[in-house]
């Protein structure tokens, strides 16, 4: 409970499954982290606890199983002191980079749940990941488009991701599509990341970016912020496309051969990436010439799906 009274922690967070506690209970949402199942606490117990404490700050509730969901927001309804405060329903939904496991939380009943919901909340929703070190990609990227895609537009959505494996542009489009979309940046101490992707996605989306970094590498990227300056952060624009290959937001899908023009309403500059090994591009990867430009050719050959982007 050291968080509530802390200054410097604006969110108490809180590992919940489904469990025991030492006093006797069974089978009830309980503060605790995988592999273990049994606690001194249950959930029940700490959020009457957190509750009755004289603070604003938010709660991030991060389950670990499907079933503590659903017991879990009833709870939360019936204590009327949380109806003013900030709440973020976390959850692992998809399969992320270097992560060989499945998420252990149901993404459909997890999203139908957070969504039946009456509480005012924000919901935060991301990748399981391993130690191998890939990198956030676009298919990841558009694993996650593809689920949020049918939930209401208001909702605000942040995405946890893993400080060692952050990448820009994948992350840049992700968090771009829509205003009240942000990224919540975590990491553990085992991790020997590296902060020029973090600078660059915090200087590219200001008020965006939020943090949850060990102590020391907190210190470590405050310093690094400081000291660098001209790190290229570019913006990402909402392309469109003429063409008779299908179209999907920053996303070609190819099914044989054809010729691609993107187009910006501005001047700017594009670049693609490829998602699928079975594509074939022709066309340098970013049209860096001596001025930016407002439409970009590109021919593709084969079936697959190619990622591309304007950025100013």
């Not at 079933?67 to 709440?87: A, F, G, Y």
């Not at 959505?157 to 829509?178: D, N, Q």
């Not at 009240?180 to 590219?204: C, F, G, H, K, Q």
Request: include cysteine.
């Amino acid at each position: 409970m050291d968080a509530i009274s802390s200054e410097t922690v604006n969110f108490i967070e809180a590992d919940i499954l489904m469990g025991g506690t030492k006093s006797g209970l069974h089978d009830v949402p309980i503060m605790a982290h995988p592999p273990d199942n049994s606690s001194d606490i249950s959930f029940a117990e700490w959020i009457e606890i957190a509750s009755e404490a004289e603070t604003s700050k938010g709660l991030k509730l991060d389950f670990k199983d499907i079933e503590s969901v659903e017991p879990c927001l009833r709870k939360l309804q019936e204590i009327k002191k949380n109806s003013d405060r900030e709440i973020w329903l976390n959850a692992d939904i998809l399969i992320g980079p270097g992560s060989p496991k499945r998420p252990a939380v149901d993404r459909a009943r997890f999203l139908a749940l957070a969504g039946a919901s009456p509480l005012k909340h924000t919901l935060s929703i991301g990748w399981t990941t391993g130690a191998a070190s890939a990198g956030y990609s676009w298919r990841n990227v558009l694993e996650m488009l593809a689920v949020i895609e049918k939930i209401p537009e208001s909702t605000a959505i942040t995405f946890p991701v893993r400080l060692s494996k952050l990448s820009f542009y994948p992350l840049a489009v992700l968090i771009g599509s829509e205003k009240n979309y942000s990224l919540t940046v975590w990491s553990s101490l085992e991790d020997s990341p590296s902060y020029l992707e973090l600078i660059r996605l915090y200087r590219a989306f200001p008020g965006r970016v939020f943090l949850d970094l060990p102590v020391s590498q907190q210190a470590e990227f405050e310093r690094e912020l400081m000291s660098v300056e001209n790190v290229p952060c570019p913006r990402i624009a909402a392309p469109q496309a003429d063409t008779k290959i299908r179209v999907f937001p920053y996303t070609i899908v190819s099914e044989g051969a054809g010729e691609i023009t993107l187009k910006s309403d501005r001047p700017c500059t594009f670049r693609w990436d490829r998602i699928d090994e079975n594509v074939r591009v022709e066309g340098h990867q970013e049209n860096s010439g001596p001025k930016p430009l407002t439409e970009f050719r590109l021919r593709v050959e084969g079936t697959g799906r190619i990622a591309f982007y304007p950025t100013h």
